[in-house]
C-alpha cells in the first residue's frame, strides 16, 4: 500500500525566517511526486518533480526530490504571512491518472 | 475562465438523508476525482472517472455513490449508510487518462455538516 508521511504537523516562524517541510513516501510505482498548497478551501499546485526533474524553484519556493532516499523537501525562503497555508504532498498511484495518496499535511503559520 | 465548480460550498443534512454534491469541469478532462478531507488530515480518495459512463471505487467508497452520464459533470452522493459524512469534499480533475505526469486541478470543495 502507498504511504506517504509528511513532518512537522504544524510550524509556527516568524516573517523572514527560512522553513523546510518533509515528505517521505513508499510507493510501488513511482511516476512523480506532486506539492500543494491549501489556504482556505481548494489545493493549488506547486510543483511536480519526476525522474527526469528532481529540482524545481519558483521565486521563494524550491523542492528537491530524492529517489534513492525516497523524500522530498520543500523551502521556502525569506517567509510572508501569505505563505500560511497547509502544506500537502502526495504521490499518483498505479500507472496512469490521478489517484493521487496524501500526506497528512504541514500547517505552517508565518506571524508578523 | 476554464475550471471546476463545486456547489454547493456549505451543506448542512439530517441523520438518514441522503444528500448530492455537484461537480462541473469545462477544463475538457476525461479524468475526475472526488476526495474527502477531516480536520487537520489529508485527502483520501472516494472515486474516481478515467472517462464518461465509468467510474472505480477508492479507498473510502462506502456510504457514497458517484454517476458518470457527462464529461464535465461527475456528482457525488452521500448516503445514509456513511457513518461519519460531515467533512469537507473536494473533486479535482486531469487530462485525459495517460501514463504522462500532470497534475490534478480542484474545486473549491463542499464542506457537509450533519445535524
Redesign the interface.
Known sequence: EDKVVQSPLSLVVHEGDTVTLNCSYEVTNFRSLLWYKQEKKAPTFLFMLTSSGIEKKSGRLSSILDKKELFSILNITATQTGDSAVYLCAVPRGYAGNMLTFGGGTRLMVKP | DGGITQSPKYLFRKEGQNVTLSCEQNLNHD?M?W?RQDP??????IY?S?IVNDFQK?DIAEGYSVSREKKESFPLTVTSAQKNPTA?Y?C?S?IP???E?????????TRLTVV
Open positions: 479524468a476525482y476526495y487537520g488530515q489529508g485527502l483520501r480518495l474516481y478515467q477508492g469537507f473536494l479535482a486531469s487518462w495517460a501514463r505526469n500532470t497534475e490534478a486541478f480542484f474545486g473549491q470543495g
